[in-house]
């Protein structure tokens, strides 16, 4: 059932046919929704986005339907199935598939299968048959331009056109290009917990927001689009990747940097400072993000609950004397720690049994209290007094009857309104006391002197702080975390949000070769999944790099060589060799020279990287001043969809440019000698697609100082 050219124009004509009448029933059911929901405001604005993005997506696919095709008969089937493979599944108005969605089970076969015996993974088991035919299409503005067939999609040949793109493109069509080892991470199973390591430009973050989609869809039934949860190194890189989940029909997903999930979890607002380097042997950042740090916060739990949780007095009632604390501090330290892991629940715990307690220990309680009525009447001097004691008695027998006290109880415990960040400085001040190294005072030493300041290191501390004291039911209905960029954090980052997010499962993307805060990061992944996941998570690979053309990862590998780490495998791209130039710092008008010449070769995003972000701004500046329609990107400025911008190293984690020029290259920009600078130079360098220009003022940085001067000759 392969048809020629002529079938698959008729073919292509029909499916659009099809679409546009599905679409026009779409626009008759947006139209119907505000009359059906007048009452419910919440549901209808729901309900709008979400057919009005699946209306806006559908809209798109009149330019490009499908772009593959496979013939599948299933072993149990009487005819062979043709399938017809696109970025949303559409079905008519008698539930016919128009078009498969590339999530689906069934298409599966076009990313992992050859041809002849296979078979895929359904819902209902696994499905045996025979793959007779893989088409790929070339369609432009719902015409047929090509085809081809092929046997796997993991052909450089086959790849090559969608890798040729323009940045802005590429991201929205990795659906047509998803790899073998792409699509395996993609499709795992939704409660495994994985860490995908992957090198500069394998497509972490793509496969990344596209695992989001494909468990968006084949768990659409049972889970909701909020209960999934993205977490970036940065502001720009979240802004960055905003605009992919609706393409992919997925809306609603919360989007987060790690500064802001703690924000949202302690409720509570405060500022980051910049970490200070630590000048001597004990390493105060990275002692903070492991987890040998946690045990710091237990002990100083293990303080709260016998010196400050429990009320220093008993518990009275208008001097009537209803519980000693003796009996309180009884109660709690009674109640078993292995269900309950949060002081505000053992609180709760305490308040409830204490209400029990008094509630079925009356008789003792009101004979004591009627001993106490009985002498304070008689002390009584006046009428007014003895009918104040007694409406007062009155009220606590009426409670005590009633309900056992718990409202009056829960306000004796004052420390339940104590905030997370108080408690932490406080913690702080005293770290010496709650850890067996004298070494700790450093991290003393070293904390921002502003009020309610401290720096991301501080970060999992604050969330695990938070968790040992409140607990976190608010996220109990996560199912799935995915967090990219993910080599620049340590073991209790994960542990941290692992016991916060404790019904989800984890996604976890980086890059050990990317990890650009050596001083505070982690060292290999085994920790994580030992320490952090108690090995309940697989390490995958994605090894094959897809961004840059051959001469760009052939010079980017030159700085992992030069600091001992395994070079990255490119696709068979070639394009321009890197280009080197010895220009001034400060030569704007040679650097604005070279930008218009990339300019002139149509790109739609080329950056200016830096070593800094205060570099990255006085490059935009004095660019701008020459009359260049240039952003300058910061963590407070992130809006940025294409054109030319200016960004630091740090900020450009992730993140893919048509063309990038590096802005000084210089040995002591980036030294030889700083496994940090070099990490962020290779970062730099892995960010372009087609073209890279390396600037260098001085000496250039060792690793390249062999090619840049070969180039110097060639030219």
Not at 6 to 12: D, P
Request: include cysteine; hydrophobic fraction near 35%.
């Amino acid at each position: 059932m392969i048809y020629d050219e002529a079938f698959e124009k008729r073919k292509l004509d029909e499916i659009l046919e099809q679409y546009k009448e599905v679409l026009e029933d779409l626009k008759l059911v947006i139209r119907s929704l505000p009359s059906k929901y007048q009452h419910n405001p919440e549901v209808l604005d729901a309900l709008l986005r979400q057919y009005e993005n699946k209306e806006r997506i559908l809209t798109e696919g009149l330019k490009k339907p499908y772009f593959a095709r496979i013939d599948f008969k299933d072993d149990e089937a009487k005819e062979e199935n043709m399938c017809y493979i696109g970025k949303v599944g559409v079905t008519d108005f008698d539930q016919n598939t128009v078009t498969v969605d590339w999530r689906a089970p069934i298409a599966s076969l076009y990313y992992d299968s050859n041809l002849g015996k296979t078979s895929y993974r359904a819902p209902e088991g696994i499905i045996n048959g025979t793959l007779s035919l893989k088409r790929q299409y070339d369609i432009e503005s719902g015409k047929l331009i090509s085809f081809n067939d092929v046997d796997t999609v993991a052909n450089d040949e086959i790849l090559r056109p969608y890798l040729s793109v323009n940045a802005d493109n590429r991201l929205k069509n990795i659906v047509s290009s998803i790899q073998s080892e792409q699509n395996e991470v993609i499709r795992k199973d939704l409660t495994d917990n994985i860490i995908v390591q992957g090198v500069a430009g394998s497509g972490k973050t793509t496969v990344a927001l596209h695992r989001i989609a494909y468990l968006a869809y084949n768990y659409r039934n049972k889970i909701k689009s909020n209960q999934y949860m993205i977490i970036g190194p940065n502001k720009f890189f979240i802004k960055y990747i905003s605009s992919v989940l609706p393409d992919l029909d997925v809306t609603d997903v919360p989007q987060l940097t790690y500064e802001e999930f703690t924000k949202e979890y302690l409720g509570e607002d405060f500022s980051l400072a910049k970490e200070k380097i630590s000048k001597t042997g004990f390493n105060a950042n990275k002692f903070k993000m492991s987890l040998d740090y946690k045990t710091v916060i237990d002990e100083y739990i293990d303080y709260l609950e016998k010196e400050k949780v429990l009320p220093l007095k008993d518990f009275c009632i208008k001097d009537f004397n209803i519980l000693p604390k003796e009996e309180i501090r009884k109660i709690y330290d009674n109640i078993d720690d292995r269900y309950i892991t949060d002081i505000e629940s053992k609180i709760e715990r305490t308040i409830l049994m204490a209400s029990t307690y008094l509630k079925n220990n009356q008789d003792k309680v009101l004979t004591a209290l009627m001993a106490e009525y009985n002498k304070l009447l008689d002390n009584a001097k006046d009428n007014k007094t003895k009918t104040a004691i007694n409406q007062t008695y009155d009220k606590i027998k009426k409670e005590l009857e009633s309900c056992g006290l718990s409202s009056s109880l829960r306000k004796h415990f004052a420390f339940r309104s104590k905030k997370t960040t108080a408690l932490y400085s406080d913690m702080i001040r005293s770290i010496e006391k709650y850890y067996d190294n004298k070494d700790v005072k450093e991290i003393k030493d070293n904390e921002p002197k502003e009020k309610n300041t401290f720096t991301f290191e501080d970060l999992p501390g604050l969330i695990y702080l938070h968790y040992r004291l409140h607990g976190s039911d608010i996220y109990k209905d996560y199912r799935q975390t995915v967090i990219d960029e993910a080599q620049d954090y340590g073991t209790f980052n994960f542990y941290a949000l692992k016991q916060v997010l404790s019904s989800s499962s984890f996604s976890i993307f980086g890059d050990l070769a990317q990890s650009i805060y050596d001083y505070r990061s982690i060292d290999n992944w085994n920790d994580v999944i030992s320490k952090s996941f108690d090995n309940d998570c697989n390490l995958e690979y994605l090894l094959k790099s897809y961004r840059t053309t051959m001469e760009i990862m052939n010079s980017a590998n030159l700085v992992l060589s030069h600091i001992g780490l395994k070079t990255a495998t490119p696709v068979i791209r070639h394009g321009e060799d890197v280009r080197y130039l010895k220009i001034k710092e400060n030569d704007y008008n040679r650097i604005l020279e070279r930008v218009n010449l990339l300019k002139e070769k149509d790109y739609q995003s080329i950056a200016l990287i830096s070593r800094d972000t205060d570099e990255a701004k006085e490059m935009a500046d004095n660019l701008a001043k020459l009359g260049l329609d240039i952003k300058s990107i910061g963590e407070d400025n992130v809006d940025y969809d294409s054109g030319i911008c200016s960004l630091s190293s740090e900020l450009s984690k992730g993140l893919e440019f048509d063309a990038v020029i590096l802005t000084d290259a210089s040995e002591d920009k980036y030294s030889s000698k700083d496994n940090t600078d070099m990490k962020n130079l290779y970062v730099s360098m892995t960010r372009p697609l087609h073209e890279l220009e390396i600037l260098y003022d001085g000496e250039i940085t060792l690793p390249l100082k062999e090619e840049a001067e070969k180039t110097f000759i060639k030219r």
